[in-house]
Every structure is written in structure tokens, then in C-alpha cells.
């Protein structure tokens, strides 16, 4: 099925203007800590050009539940959400993937690490999660751990490398 996104853009823009008191592009802008460009975008049939995770953050700042979005771009409506939650808080753009942001999402952090790839800071890092799946037993957690630990190993190997690059 076709995703509709003019029609997720039209009904974003509803839920905005049926805010009472009224709320402009701008002030919701700054309640989420982005550019009024990104609300227009969100509002028109730009919203597909917009972070999912900015979208998800501005429906349920709107008061819709956490499936709204998928309901209106399969041609359903969105539902109106638990207003006894707290305020959904932005999520910071930090420049990842689509790829990466969804399966940041989709799992559980079991732990992480900075490998290091010269002495200074502005040599760079190796950032690192471990990942699970959210319900997870804990076999499974320590079978992912020790997989880590393999890997780890072969990581600091990688960084220990560099350092002898950055020297010479």
C-alpha cells in the first residue's frame, strides 16, 4: 500500500490548528527545538523528507498515540493519546542513518564503549552498542556478551593499530 504522506500532512496540520489555546508553526517549532521549516515540512506533502523520529516526536507532542503516524499513512486516523503522559521530549537530530535510528529504536542497549583511534580527541572514535532485543532472556543476553567480548577484542586491536598510523 502507498503511503499517504500528503494526507499525514494535512492531518498534522489539523491537530496543530485544533490546539487550544492556538498554536502557530513557530511556537510548535520551538516547543520541539526545530526550525519552522521542518514544521512546514511536516505539514505538507514534505513530511517523507523529515526524520521519522522528528515526525513520531511532533504527532505525539499533537496528543496522538505512538501509532498514529503509521494509521494516517496506511489510510486510517490517528487516536488521541493518554494526556496524563509527560510531554514527549525531542529527540536531537545527531546526522544518523535511517537504517541506524530504526534499529537503535527497535532493540535494547545491553552496554557500549569508546575505542580511541589516537591519543587526541580529534583523532577520532569507535563508538560502540551492544544491542539485544527488547525482551530478551537473559541466555540470550549473556550469548550477545560473549559474542561482544570476541569482538572487542578484535575493536582494540583496530584502535591499537591506528595509534601507530596517527605517529608516523
Do not use: C
Request: glycine share 10%; proline share 5%; no cysteine.
Amino acid at each position: 500500500m502507498d503511503q499517504d504522506f500528503a494526507r499525514l500532512g494535512e492531518q498534522l496540520k489539523a491537530a496543530r490548528q485544533a490546539r487550544r489555546p492556538r498554536v502557530s508553526q513557530t511556537d510548535a517549532a520551538g516547543a520541539l527545538g526545530v526550525g519552522r521549516s521542518t514544521i512546514q515540512k511536516m505539514e505538507s506533502d514534505s513530511v517523507g523528507q523529515v526524520t521519522r523520529s522528528t515526525v513520531l516526536v511532533y504527532a505525539q507532542w499533537l496528543g496522538w498515540t505512538e501509532d498514529s503516524v503509521d494509521r494516517v499513512l496506511d489510510g486510517g486516523d490517528p487516536a488521541i493519546g493518554d494526556s496524563t503522559k509527560p510531554a514527549v521530549r525531542p529527540v536531537p537530530d545527531l546526522g544518523l542513518t535511517p537504517e541506524v535510528e530504526y534499529e537503535l529504536r527497535a532493540g535494547k542497549v545491553l552496554g557500549s564503549q569508546v575505542f580511541n583511534l589516537g591519543p587526541d580527541d580529534s583523532d577520532g572514535q569507535i563508538i560502540v552498542l551492544l544491542q539485544g532485543k527488547k525482551d530478551a532472556t537473559p541466555e540470550e543476553v549473556e550469548r550477545i556478551a560473549a559474542r561482544y567480548r570476541r569482538a572487542r577484542r578484535h575493536l582494540q586491536g583496530i584502535a591499537s593499530e591506528s595509534d601507530g598510523v596517527a605517529e608516523s
